[in-house]
Nanobody, 112 residues
């Protein structure tokens, strides 16, 4: 059974930083691309970033490019999202995702 558990969200001021973590289990983590997606209040899911199985290829939505960095540790079955220069429009619930599988999410609120 695929299990994904996100953590690290919180309240931060505009311009601040947060690092999200996702602990993965129940599947061969190192074999799969992984994604971060988010959902802003009242809106649909938005893809944020993707990382290849080995971690050598990454992609980002234009809205976060240059501010967010995705990474992974295959030895620990962990996925990360370093978020810098956060904006109010980054507010939402962030999920790590394996295809259509997601965790429970972690809330990120950017507000002064």
């Amino acid at each position: 059974e695929v299990q994904l558990m996100e953590s690290g969200g919180g309240l931060v001021q505009p311009g601040g930083s947060l690092t999200l973590s996702c602990a993965a289990s129940g599947f061969a983590f190192s074999f799969y691309y992984m994604n971060w997606v988010r959902q802003a209040p009242g809106k649909g899911l938005e893809w944020v970033s993707r990382i290849s199985s080995g971690g050598d290829n990454t992609d980002y939505a234009d809205s976060v490019k240059g501010r967010f960095t995705i990474s992974r540790d295959n030895d620990k079955n962990m996925l990360y999202l370093q978020m810098n220069n956060l904006k109010t429009e980054d507010t939402g619930v962030y999920y790590c995702a394996l295809n259509s599988e997601r965790g429970q999410g972690t809330q990120v609120t950017v507000s002064s």
